[in-house]
């Protein structure tokens, strides 16, 4: 398997800590199946390997600024590798903020591509750095004033390859800037809550399996926002 940098040369040395990272994600995913099907010793075994995991990042992958590394002991370091630490809890708190700002600016890591923009978002999202997205969106920009049909795989060698999350915008505004995700499984119940980011409104409809629910809101004075839901008749939704 290949770098984050889509080269072999952090493979060859050894292990590979994206993959180690991507595994934690899986167990603590299956873990949270576990739990909800009942089974709480899966559950528990599956987090306690994820656990052993996050020991050895924090052991081995430690680099400059605080940085994880590609691979232990490896002065290289790549944007995936903070996101994915973040994403799954190896760093938390006011250290995974700073993690994210570094990931952010400083540009000898290697960069995340189109496919893997979802998690940059994400990782953003969580350390509240969403507001920083804007500069986020200027490959997509590029797309456009390029008159794309397809959304590119990477901003090199710009070719297509459709991937997903190229149609990143098609998550993010819905789901996070007008907030509006499932709070029970089958979106029994909705949960409408917009990140504005750097944005000052917003304004929409989102299709879910119960109906149209509609969001508008706008930033106010105080910093907080004056948000407005429609939601079909028997729907519950909550802010």
Known sequence: MCSPQGRNDIVQPGPVTFDSLLYRMGLQAAAELASYVDRSNLAASFLQKSEGIKRAVLACCIGRDGLIQDGPGLDEYSQHAQVFAVLTYVVSGTKATELMELAMTDETLAQCSVAMAYYLFRAVEKVG??????????????????????????????????????????????????GVQPAEPGYSSVKVSPTPGYLSWAKGEVITPKGIVKVSWEKVEDGSIDLKVEAPEGIKYVI
Not at 155 to 175: F, K, M, N, Q
């Open 129 to 178: 750095l969403y507001h920083k997205t804007d500069e986020l969106w200027t490959l997509w920009r590029q797309m456009l004033v390029k008159k794309l049909t397809t959304c590119v795989e990477d901003d090199v060698t710009e070719r297509s390859d459709c991937h997903a999350w190229g149609s990143l915008i098609l998550y993010e505004l819905p789901a996070i800037v007008l």
